[in-house]
Nanobody, 120 residues
Framework: QVRLVESGGGLVQPGGSLRLSCTAS????????MDWYRQAPGKQRDLVAT???????NLADAVKGRFTISMDNAKSTVSLQMNSLKPEDTAVYYC??????????????WGQGTQVTVSS
């Protein structure tokens, strides 16, 4: 049984920084990629950043130059470093992973979400 556990959300002033982490626990054979999504009240859930197990990253235009995504394959952890935060970054941030256990088909998992609030 593989689960995603997120941490690092909170309240921060505009221009501040937060670092989100998401760890996949359980019996894991391979992680193909891990992603961060966010959803503001009344809005759809949008893709923020992705990282593959080979280190290929992609960022949404709204966060380029401010956010950095990285994966630690050994620890099955993805991190999202968020700098120069803006009020429009306020949302619930969700971790998403595509991974497989040994001898099993790939699974798609969502984390529980962590609240990020950017306000003075």
């Amino acid at each position: 049984q593989v689960r995603l556990v997120e941490s690092g959300g909170g309240l921060v002033q505009p221009g501040g920084s937060l670092r989100l982490s998401c760890t996949a626990s359980g019996s894991i054979f391979r992680i193909f990629h891990m992603d961060w999504y966010r959803q503001a009240p009344g809005k759809q859930r949008d893709l923020v950043a992705t990282v593959t197990n080979t280190g290929i990253t992609n960022l949404a235009d709204a966060v380029k130059g401010r956010f950095t995504i990285s994966m630690d394959n050994a620890k099955s952890t993805v991190s999202l470093q968020m700098n120069s935060l803006k009020p429009e970054d306020t949302a619930v941030y969700y971790c998403y992973a595509v991974l497989s256990s040994r001898g099993q088909a790939p699974n798609n998992l969502w984390g529980q979400g962590t609240q990020v609030t950017v306000s003075s």
